[in-house]
C-alpha cells in the first residue's frame, strides 16, 4: 500500500463514494445521482462508486462515472448476514470485500472518500480503507439521508459499532443530505461538538429527467395515471395488494394506476399481481424502469413507500403524493412521512394491519386535488446537489478541477 501523497501533483480530481447497497435501490440511487452532478459540474472530475448492489449494471452512467461492485450480500430476516451469490460463509465474503475496497482504494487513490450511511461500512468492511486513506490526507465525508431511525434504535445500534470515535477522530466532514427544518436524523444522540462543527445540511436531492442520449422507456399509456412504485420491491408487496384491492372494489377512482413492481420483488408474488391486473381495465404494471424518473414526471399522482429517493422525486416532480410507509425493521419512512405531512409536502396513510379498501378508495380519489408540494416554503430544500458540488469544490484548486459551476450556495447547520 502506497503512503502520503501529493494529491495536487495530479491533473485530474478523483472521488471514490461507498454505497453498501446489497438489497434495495436507496443508496445505490443517491449515490450515482452525487456522482453525476459532480462530473456534469466539474469537467476534469472523476467519480467511482463502490457497490454490493446486484443490479447496479441496469443503470446508465454519464462519462468519468464508473462503478467496481462487490460480492454480494443480503440481510437475513434475524438480522444476520449472507453471502448473496457466492458458496462462501459471510465471514470469508466480508474478508473479500474488505480487501477488494481497500484495493480499490489504494490504486485510486481519490481526493475525496464519501462514505454512505455506514460510517465504518457494513459491519464494518471500510474500517481499514478509512485508516489508509487517512494516513494519505484524503478528505473524509460522512454521508447521511434526512433520517436514520429513531434515536431509541439509533443510539445502541452506533454505541454497538462504535460509531463515535470514527466521527470524531477520522471523518471531516458529515454532510447530511436533507434540512434542519424537515428533521435532524441526529436526534437524540450525544454529539461531540467537534462533531457537530462537521456537520453541514446540503437540502434534498433534485432529480431530472435523463439525459436525451439515455433510452426512453415506451409510451405505457397514454391516459393520465398514477403511478404506484414500491421502490426496490423486496417489500413491497402490502402497498400494491392494498392499491389492486381499491380498484378491484368497483369504485369509481378518477385516474387509471401504473404499478412499477420493483426489481428485488419475489417473483412468485409478481406473477400473482399479474393474475389479478390482467381483471382489471384501468391497471397496467411493468416489473423495473431504471429511467423511473421518465414515470413520475408524467404521473398526475403517486403513490409509494417512503423512501428517500421517492421522497425526493416527488418534490422534485411536484406531484401530489400518498406515502404509505414501512415501519420494520426501521421507522426511517414513517417519521419522513410524518414530517412531510406535519409540512403539507404530501399526505400520509398509515398501514394498521387490516387495510381497508375505504381508506385507500379515499385517498385515490383525493389525491389531485392535494397541494402540490411547492406550495410549501421551504428555503433551499432541493438544493442539495449543487451544494455537495460546491462542498467538493472547495477542496480543490479550480484550475485543476475544471470548474463549470456556478452560483452555488451552502446551507450550513
Known sequence: MTSQRDASAREDCRVLIYSH????????????AIAHSLVGTYNKLSVLILSGSPIIGSFDFRARVDFVRVPGVIKLRNGDYTALSLHMDIE???????????HTADVYDPDIFIVDKEPLGLRGEVADTLKMLKERGTRLVFGLRDVMDEPALLVPEWERKNVMPALEEIYDDLWIYGLPQVYDPLTGVDLPESVRRKITYTGYLRYGVPDASASVPAAITDK?????????????????????????????????????FGPFMQSEAQENFLQRINELDNVDAITF??????????????IAMGGYNTFCEILSFNKPGVIIPRTQPRLEQYIRASRAQELGLMSLLNDDGVRNTSPMITALRQLTQQNPPSDVVLPGLLNGLPNI?????????KKRLGDASSDLAIINQ
Open 289 to 302: 424502469d431504471a429511467h423511473i424518473e421518465h414515470l413520475m414526471k408524467n404521473a398526475v399522482g403517486v
Open 21 to 32: 447497497d446489497s438489497f434495495g435501490l436507496g443508496h445505490l440511487r443517491r449515490c450515482r
Open 224 to 260: 393520465p395515471y398514477y403511478l404506484v412504485t414500491a421502490g426496490g420491491g423486496g417489500d413491497g408487496e402490502v402497498l400494491i395488494d392494498w392499491v389492486l384491492r381499491a380498484y378491484e372494489s368497483g369504485e369509481q377512482i378518477p385516474h387509471r394506476a401504473l404499478i412499477v
Open 92 to 102: 470469508k465474503t466480508m474478508e473479500l470485500r474488505g480487501s477488494i475496497i481497500q
Open 389 to 397: 458540488s460546491r462542498l467538493v469544490g472547495m477542496h480543490f484548486d
